[in-house]
């Protein structure tokens, strides 16, 4: 017996099933790739909040979701025995010019407000080793941001899954509750049953260096992120490609990324390249996840759109979805759901 079909074995398909699974529904998550074999296999990994300021309801969100995801992965690890690659350690960011130093200095204010005093954002020296090159001699630190390494992450949340009785299968037919959380594939076919534009593939490339500095905040500057993880490698990505003839071959793009990072943080400059990693990513015309009933089938589910903040919003994108899967009680924000983006 079946409760709960979850297609697709990304982060949104792996942590709905957890979150069903741990309420006592009996389920099966169906992919034919196997876990983390589409944009949940990536190599960067980057939890980043939102600035904090102009509050809403996603901003609410992905702050609960991360405040979520130490006590969550920790959970996954124990019951896995696998690391998640997940570390809590910091984001910094370069301030260039004084129009930037004020903003800063005033969202360190509104984050003491806004983030409960569960995380700071700081104005802080760049007298420092491990940080980027910064114009005005400031960089912005903020102690919200984390990390984890998503193939890690994924192989342990599926390893915690078996072992707590769910089923992950190839192929398999639909029992249950049936969720779509198929990624790139359901906005290809949304947009072509809508005719128009409901989400699209954003190909993104992203690498991984020989770099250890696993204890260290993570860098974003000039638009690259450096998220050094917690087995010694540093990833440098990720390009964010609306055209593209190849969705999983690597280019000059990332070779101008690289040169970036190495640019901004002198200490990479001579680290080998481990790995090169392209893909497509699921991004929803709202920009936001699209969770709920889905827009094709009134008695299925969706959960799609994790473009860039798959990872961060994970942990409360399963909960929420359980809520209503599992006890048919709405609690998903209004700009989350499919209409947002029909």
Not at 33 to 53: F, I
Not at 223 to 236: E, K, L, M, S
Not at 312 to 323: L, R, S, T, Y
Request: proline share 7%; with cysteine.
């Amino acid at each position: 017996m079946v409760d709960v079909t979850i297609r697709g074995a990304g982060v949104f398909g792996l942590t709905i099933a957890w979150n069903c699974l741990q309420r006592g529904a009996r389920v099966q998550v169906v992919d034919p790739n196997g876990p983390g074999s589409g944009a949940s296999g990536g190599v960067l990994g980057a939890l980043a909040p939102h600035v904090p300021e102009n509050w809403n309801e996603k901003k609410e969100f992905q702050f609960q979701s991360l405040l979520m995801a130490e006590p969550f992965w920790a959970r996954v690890e124990d019951i896995s025995g696998l690391s998640s690659g997940y570390g809590r350690t910091g984001r910094l960011q370069p301030i260039a010019d004084d129009r930037q130093l004020q903003q800063a200095q005033a969202r360190a204010a509104s984050a003491r407000d806004l983030w409960q005093g569960q995380a700071t954002w700081q104005v802080v020296p760049a007298d420092r080793d491990w940080a980027p090159a910064s114009p005005t001699g400031w960089l912005i630190h903020d102690t919200l941001t984390a990390r984890l390494h998503p193939r890690q992450a994924c192989r342990a949340l599926a390893s915690a899954l078996e072992r707590s009785g769910a089923q992950i299968l190839t192929d398999a037919p639909d029992r249950g509750a049936v969720v779509h959380a198929t990624g790139v594939h359901d906005l290809i076919r949304l947009s072509q049953h809508f005719g128009r534009t409901i989400g699209a593939p954003i190909k993104g490339q992203a690498a991984i260096l020989d770099h250890d500095a696993r204890t260290l905040p993570q860098i974003f500057a000039d638009t690259v992120h450096i998220v050094p993880h917690g087995d010694g490698t540093t990833a440098i990505g990720s390009t964010t490609e609306r055209d593209f003839t190849d969705p999983t071959t690597t280019d000059s793009q990332l070779d101008d990324l690289m040169t970036k990072a190495r640019q901004a943080v002198p200490a990479l400059a001579n680290a080998t390249v481990l790995n090169r990693w392209a893909g497509l990513r699921p991004r929803s015309r709202s920009r936001a996840p699209m969770l709920g009933n889905h827009p094709l089938h009134p008695n299925r589910f969706i959960a799609n759109g994790g473009f860039k903040i798959g990872f961060g919003m994970a942990p409360k994108i399963g909960e929420v979805m359980a809520d209503l899967i599992l006890e048919n009680r709405d609690t998903i924000p209004t700009s989350f759901r499919p209409e947002a983006s029909l």
